[in-house]
């Protein structure tokens, strides 16, 4: 039997076997209290804009295909966090936006089509709507 990454159903018993260790690997997490880059290393980050409003900025998502990034905000104080592109690149979420803003407590969870980002989870959110 394999020691990681499988899934085996015993056909005498009929139970299922699932290597659940392989399905959920520990993901990077940073808190942030300034402006920073995401890089394709970064997984969660925990945005503290308790000093000041400040921009997390979101890498180029080509050649990221799949590649998901989670941001919450977790100051008590009235400072936001702006979530920008990079590359006049776009955030969908309901509609196309170039940016996000995080109040105390929202979160936003984006993937990387290849071409943009795709917001696939945000509680509540505040967008900064591109007026093309």
Known sequence: MPTRGYALIDSETNKIFIDLVSLWAPRAFAIKTLAYTLVATDDIILADPTSGAFNITLPSAIGLVGKTYTIKCVSLSHNTVNIVTSLSQTI????????????????????????????ISFWPLTSNRDED
């Not at 936006?97 to 984006?110: D, H, Q």
Request: proline share 0%; no cysteine.
């Open 92 to 119: 969908f979420i309901v509609v196309i936006v170039s940016s996000l803003l995080l109040k105390v407590g929202n979160s936003v969870t984006v993937v990387s089509d290849g071409n943009n980002w795709v917001a």
